[in-house]
């Protein structure tokens, strides 16, 4: 082969090989979302002049160079991904040219990857490089609506439906959600107010500041009710990865509530959330089963 001839073979690996890459395997580990590793590289100079852009070879453009540089496409995978879908270990920094260093990766496979180790193989700077992949069990439930209000007489049971969707990759079981702390509109401030009213005419007085604190916490401590428990009405619900269901919700009323207030709680299960607006309907005894509320988003 002439040296003409050779002298565009080289260029062209140069444009394919923009660095190198001085791990055996890449270690992933994560969240199928967010899989990370680092890598030693060393990055090789650019190759200033060599690119082209009246061309059909994409690796002889400066955006394909880039592209390889920041960018390692899936060659296969024993993850049960679908092998025609194009997938990326993606570099996170870009090291200067002729320099070399530690370099974060991220790769993501789909939310629903059960746990467990994959191996793969990437296709990086032009050569395949082994990976093995540790996926962690992630526990990740949604509620719709984001937020609703109920009415029921103190004591009641409320059940309301709600969408329960598992974007995890394991199962999650749908039964004690948890608990509402309950706080009376604008509870804080009234007490304030109370308080402010029982100091009025005793500035720079002796005991005016006991008074303030002392009236404060007794407005709050008025104002208290116990613990509202929300569970899933009809036994645990087993919601697969991936899966979602409407699930009848149990909101279990405390009896101290007073009728004609309203109060404000959030409902917290695992990374999901529930702004809860409870209307509290007259001072009736406890009716055990009633079903009511109105669900707004």
Do not use: W
Not at 50 to 77: D, I, K, P, W
Not at 89 to 115: E, H, I, M, Q, Y
Not at 148 to 176: C, K, R, S
């Amino acid at each position: 082969m002439s040296e003409a001839a050779a002298e565009p073979a080289e260029a062209l690996d140069a444009l394919r090989r923009p660095m190198a890459v001085h791990d055996d395997v890449i270690r992933l580990r994560g969240r199928p979302g967010d899989l990370a590793g680092v890598l030693s590289v060393t990055r090789a100079p650019e190759p200033i002049g060599q690119f082209r852009a009246a061309t059909r070879n994409f690796h002889e453009t400066r955006v394909g160079y880039l592209h390889r540089l920041n960018h390692a496409q899936m060659l296969t995978s024993s993850a049960p991904v679908d092998q025609d879908v194009p997938r990326h270990l993606v570099f996170s920094n870009r090291l200067a040219p002729g320099s070399s260093g530690k370099v974060p990766v991220r790769f993501s496979l789909p939310d629903t990857t059960p746990p467990g180790r994959y191996r793969a193989v990437f296709d990086v700077a032009g050569e395949p490089r082994e990976a093995e992949i540790e996926v962690l069990p992630d526990e990740r439930a949604e509620i719709r609506p984001g937020s609703i209000t109920i009415a029921g007489v103190p004591g009641d049971i409320v059940t309301q439906e709600l969408l329960l969707v598992n974007h995890g990759n394991v199962p999650i079981v749908i039964d004690v959600l948890g608990m509402l702390v309950l706080q009376e509109e604008n509870q804080t401030c009234l007490g304030l107010q109370e308080a402010m009213a029982m100091v009025q005419g005793m500035e720079g007085t002796e005991g005016a500041h006991r008074v303030f604190l002392d009236t404060l916490a007794s407005s709050i401590a008025a104002r208290r009710t116990d613990f509202a428990r929300v569970r899933a009405e009809s036994g645990p619900v087993i919601l697969a990865a991936g899966d979602a269901e409407m699930v009848p919700v149990a909101f279990h009323l405390p009896t101290n509530m007073r009728g004609g207030r309203r109060y404000d709680a959030e409902l917290q299960f695992g990374a999901a959330s529930l702004q809860v607006r409870i209307l509290a309907l007259g001072t009736g005894a406890k009716r055990q089963g009633r079903r009511g509320g109105i669900l707004t988003d």
